[in-house]
């Protein structure tokens, strides 16, 4: 049994149950439901205060509901985009970032919602590995693993070389159907999101050759890398957009002095090899320049590994990074040369990795950047031939707690304090790498979030409940977001491998159900 000192040091609440006292509310409502001290909002909405304006924007919603006109006719373009780690609660706190409770990210303005189950087959909480396959390929499968059935386990090199065990993704639909198919990360494009595009590997670590040869040994061979997959495989050699992070994967060191290859090679120099038409950047001002109608092939790799955050990017006078908007506008320029259509798979992969580290700020700003890109898709493209889904892979233990006063700071502490006396801050992780950062043990107490000299900083850490040295994913259901044609079969909820399913319903692609039978 643990202590009462070590929960009360947690600033956790105790109820203690009690008789009522007449006239006034049972003991355990009150503290379910403090009586707070009033304090004025620090933003107010002109009409918030009268039933008139809650009633007039419900019937605002309600018409707008009943104009609606479902759109069935054939996608001729399809997006998805990925927020990675993007669960509900993130949604929510990111509102607020972006100015407002009432506010909406640019994609919760679609006119259909709903919700995907994000379970694998062996783990209740997924990796985004197997949601990956999951979303691109519609099929679940093992945590780890990437474009295969669950035959395979993570690290199963032999069951990896199968070919019948590989399933292909809605990327491999698009381009058997005469579409151009692309994808955009602020992740490496060789990482767990973007290679469910393109790769078939039984472990996501194994992005270039040294790693699958460690792991596999003997079994190696014949076995292609994540890289080599995006550059010769099946899919990935007719890509027609490649944006992201990742060099190290494509290169050995006598090519690039952070390269992790062994094998000598240059996937990069073999990528422009492969047509005079295939062009190859590496800095925002060269994406920029890219002229969509003279590029056959366009692979951009911005970054040894990840991309920065938006916000180091921003605090770098020699960024020389694109943001996740820029990529977004350059993929579907060049998309938009073929007649046939496209598929575009964008990635705001850094909201998961802030979560990982319990660095809130970033998370809910890699969101809004999102919002951004998302928007600016919706710029470019017509609603009547395109559709546009949003969704996530997967939530995070983050949580937004507390009766902090409307308009108050997102990020500071909530109005009242723990039962130890001191503050505690609105947003938290119930479990992370920030432990120790708001919680002595040697002394059992919690230190007051308030006073740490981090505080404000964008790199801020959260805190975090227990300690781990990374933070987890969560199993809650994430949401889905759609416009355009039949874009209102994504309402409900639904497992997440129908996703694909029903873009590619829409686009008359793939071998399943399909708008055109």
Request: with cysteine; net charge negative; glycine share 10%.
């Amino acid at each position: 049994m643990l202590s009462l000192k070590f929960w009360i040091g947690l600033g956790l609440l105790t109820v203690v149950w009690g008789a009522a006292v007449p006239g006034k509310a049972p003991a355990d409502e009150e503290r379910m439901h403090p009586h707070l001290p009033s304090s004025p909002r620090l933003r107010t909405i002109s009409g918030e205060d009268t039933q008139e304006f809650w009633y007039s924007d419900s019937k605002r919603l309600i018409r707008e509901k009943l104009e609606l006109v479902r759109n069935t006719k054939k996608a001729k373009n399809i997006i998805l985009f990925l927020g990675d780690g993007m669960g509900l609660a993130t949604l929510a706190a990111a509102r607020s970032y972006i100015g407002g409770e009432e506010l909406k990210l640019s994609f919760e303005e679609f006119p259909f919602t709903g919700l995907s189950k994000t379970y694998s087959v062996d783990k209740v909480v997924p990796d985004s590995a197997c949601t990956s396959t999951a979303y691109l390929c519609g099929v679940k499968a093992n945590y780890g693993t990437i474009g295969v059935n669950a035959h395979v386990k993570r690290g199963d090199c032999l069951a990896m070389a199968n070919e019948t065990n590989h399933v292909f993704s809605l990327g491999k639909w698009a381009l058997d159907a005469g579409k151009a198919a692309g994808l955009v990360t602020t992740t490496r494009v060789t990482h767990a999101s973007p290679s469910g595009v393109y790769a078939h590997v039984a472990d996501r670590e194994w992005e270039n050759n040294a790693v699958l040869e460690a792991d596999c040994g003997d079994q190696s061979a014949g076995l292609q890398d994540i890289a080599v997959q995006l550059i010769h495989g099946e899919v990935g050699s007719k890509l027609k957009v490649m944006l992201g992070g990742g060099k190290r994967s494509f290169y050995s060191p006598e090519h690039y002095d952070k390269g992790r290859r062994t094998d000598g090679r240059n996937l990069v120099e073999e990528f422009e090899a492969l047509d005079e038409g295939n062009v190859f950047v590496k800095t925002q001002k060269k994406l920029l320049d890219v002229n969509a109608t003279e590029t056959g092939r366009l692979l951009g790799l911005f970054s040894k590994s990840h991309m920065h955050y938006h916000l180091e990017q921003l605090a770098d006078p020699e960024n020389n990074e694109p943001t996740l908007e820029e990529m977004t506008q350059k993929a579907i320029e060049v998309l938009e040369t073929e007649e046939q259509g496209y598929f575009l798979f964008v990635e705001g992969g850094k909201i998961d990795i802030s979560h990982h580290s319990t660095m809130a700020r970033i998370a809910l700003d890699e969101t809004a950047e999102l919002s951004k890109a998302v928007k600016k898709a919706l710029e470019m493209t017509n609603p009547e031939e395109t559709l546009i889904v949003v969704t996530s892979d997967h939530s995070h233990t983050f949580s937004v707690s507390g009766y902090q006063p409307r308009g108050s700071d997102i990020f500071g502490a909530a109005k009242a304090k723990g039962q130890d006396g001191i503050p505690y801050l609105a947003l938290s992780y119930a479990n992370g790498k920030s432990f120790e950062d708001y919680y002595n043990t040697e002394t059992h107490e919690r230190l007051d979030p308030t006073s740490l000299s981090t505080i404000g900083d964008f790199d801020q850490l959260f805190p975090a409940m227990v300690p781990l040295e990374s933070e987890t994913h969560g199993g809650e259901d994430v949401g889905v977001f759609a416009s355009g044609p039949w874009a209102h079969l994504f309402t409900g909820v639904y497992e997440q491998n129908a996703i694909p399913h029903i873009m590619a319903f829409a686009a008359c692609v793939g071998d399943g159900l399909t708008a055109c039978d």
